[in-house]
């Protein structure tokens, strides 16, 4: 592992002692069903799906969930079998379903999406059918003004931006009042042409930055989002010049085909105006690869969590979790910190490794 220290800085609150608060983390955004034909079988031509359920910011709690700490979901359900279907899956998680709320509404509709695996050459598909869901009507007068002091972390994505005004307003509020109470923000920029242009996006994101303490965002978007230049080390300190933002993080992917990839990560800390990184995972097997930018997510904001102030940690678990999701079948991670913990392990040894963990 290697990491370049020029000054010295602040310490910031992201090494301050942990608050006692009921909460570690809260995720705002939309929870969908996901239905895909049998592996290998064609959207147009396939008869049967698989259901599942997924969506970012649900991705992300789960995975700190699992890891050992206490998360929540902020989120909208219509009233019905399918909404029942997804607060279930969302307790099987280990997830609180607290700050789920309902839409009994005769046309009160869940998000779906389509996801066509992919096979060298041809490239996994995805249709979506999101329009005027329930989601999208969430409001912050559907929440008790204690919520807001009751996580250490909250953490929402592009994608609850894009959505809608009416979702867009409700997120930024909901940034807003978290900040007030000393919350920790974390923010994914997730970009999705299919919801709205760069433009749009820079113009919206750029207002919440202020409020910003860990940000992610790839090289790749920050070049075609937010217009940014240099090398990737520069575009990352660049973002905390010009926003107080405490961590910038920043995914790497290498797509060898559909179903080789190398995933790795560069951390930066502001505090300490260093950047964290290690040998990337080489030749992922990949059965699927959607989840897995938001199991980064989770493997980083746990470590933060945590291991407050130790982002070499921070920068290994989002390696480990982020790269463990591409072999796991959905959206959803399924691997416990112990899990994770020696695939860490395993991946900085340089000794013989076992074939098998038994």
Same mark, same amino acid.
């Given at each position: 592992?290697?990491?370049?220290? @020029?000054?010295?800085?602040?310490?910031?609150?992201?090494? #301050?002692? /942990?608050?006692?608060?009921?909460?570690?983390? &809260?995720?705002?955004?939309?929870?969908?069903?996901?239905?895909?034909?049998?592996?290998?079988?064609?959207?147009?031509?396939? %008869? *049967?799906?698989?259901?599942?359920?997924?969506?970012?910011?649900?991705?992300?709690?789960?995975?700190?969930?699992?890891?050992?700490?206490?998360?929540?979901?902020?989120?909208?359900?219509?009233?019905?079998? &399918?909404?029942?279907? +997804?607060?279930?899956?969302?307790?099987?998680?280990? /997830?609180? %379903?607290? !700050?789920?709320?309902?839409?009994?509404?005769?046309? $009160?509709?869940?998000?779906?999406? !389509? !996801?066509?695996?992919? #096979?060298?050459?041809?490239?996994?598909?995805?249709?979506?059918?999101?329009?005027?869901? *329930?989601?999208?009507?969430?409001?912050?007068?559907?929440?008790?003004?204690?919520?807001?002091?009751? @996580?250490?972390?909250?953490?929402?994505?592009?994608?609850?931006?894009?959505?809608?005004?009416?979702?867009?307003?409700?997120?930024?509020?909901? +940034?807003?009042?978290?900040?007030?109470?000393?919350?920790?923000?974390?923010?994914?920029?997730?970009?999705?042409?299919?919801?709205?242009?760069?433009?749009?996006?820079?113009?919206?994101?750029?207002?919440? &930055?202020?409020?910003? %303490? +860990?940000?992610?965002?790839?090289?790749?978007? #920050?070049?075609? @989002?937010?217009?940014?230049? =240099?090398?990737?080390?520069? +575009?990352?300190?660049?973002?905390?010049?010009?926003?107080?933002?405490?961590?910038? $993080?920043? @995914?790497?992917?290498?797509?060898?085909?559909?179903?080789?990839?190398?995933?790795?990560?560069?951390? !930066?800390?502001?505090?300490?105006?260093?950047?964290?990184?290690?040998?990337?995972?080489?030749?992922?097997? /990949?059965?699927?690869?959607?989840?897995?930018?938001?199991?980064?997510?989770?493997?980083?904001?746990?470590?933060?969590?945590?291991?407050?102030?130790?982002?070499?940690?921070?920068? $290994?678990?989002?390696?480990?979790? =982020?790269?463990?999701?591409?072999?796991?079948?959905?959206?959803?991670?399924?691997?416990?910190?112990?899990?994770?913990?020696?695939?860490?392990?395993?991946?900085?040894?340089?000794?013989?490794?076992?074939?098998?963990?038994?």
């Amino acid at each position: 592992m290697t990491s370049v220290n @020029t000054v010295n800085r602040d310490r910031s609150v992201l090494s #301050a002692p /942990v608050q006692e608060r009921d909460f570690d983390l &809260l995720a705002l955004g939309e929870v969908l069903l996901r239905l895909s034909p049998p592996i290998n079988e064609r959207l147009v031509r396939g %008869d *049967t799906f698989e259901k599942k359920a997924g969506g970012a910011e649900l991705n992300v709690v789960s995975g700190v969930s699992l890891l050992g700490l206490h998360t929540g979901m902020i989120s909208k359900l219509p009233s019905n079998d &399918l909404g029942t279907y +997804i607060k279930n899956r969302i307790r099987f998680l280990g /997830v609180s %379903d607290d !700050y789920l709320v309902y839409d009994s509404d005769k046309n $009160a509709r869940l998000g779906v999406y !389509y !996801y066509e695996g992919g #096979a060298y050459p041809r490239k996994p598909r995805i249709v979506y059918d999101r329009a005027h869901t *329930t989601f999208q009507e969430i409001h912050i007068d559907d929440y008790d003004e204690k919520m807001f002091s009751s @996580t250490r972390c909250f953490h929402t994505s592009g994608i609850t931006l894009a959505l809608s005004p009416n979702t867009r307003e409700t997120a930024i509020e909901m +940034i807003k009042r978290f900040k007030e109470h000393g919350t920790l923000i974390s923010f994914d920029v997730n970009f999705r042409g299919n919801l709205w242009t760069g433009d749009e996006a820079r113009e919206c994101i750029q207002q919440i &930055l202020p409020y910003v %303490d +860990i940000f992610f965002c790839s090289e790749d978007t #920050a070049r075609l @989002t937010f217009l940014k230049e =240099g090398t990737a080390h520069e +575009i990352m300190k660049s973002f905390t010049e010009e926003y107080p933002i405490s961590i910038v $993080a920043s @995914t790497q992917r290498i797509v060898h085909s559909p179903k080789i990839h190398t995933f790795g990560s560069v951390i !930066y800390s502001s505090t300490e105006d260093t950047f964290y990184e290690e040998e990337p995972y080489h030749n992922i097997e /990949v059965v699927d690869r959607i989840g897995s930018g938001d199991a980064y997510v989770s493997g980083v904001l746990y470590s933060l969590l945590a291991n407050p102030g130790d982002y070499a940690k921070a920068l $290994a678990y989002g390696n480990a979790t =982020g790269s463990v999701k591409n072999t796991i079948p959905g959206d959803l991670p399924s691997c416990d910190r112990k899990e994770i913990d020696a695939i860490i392990r395993e991946h900085h040894s340089t000794g013989r490794h076992s074939e098998m963990d038994r």
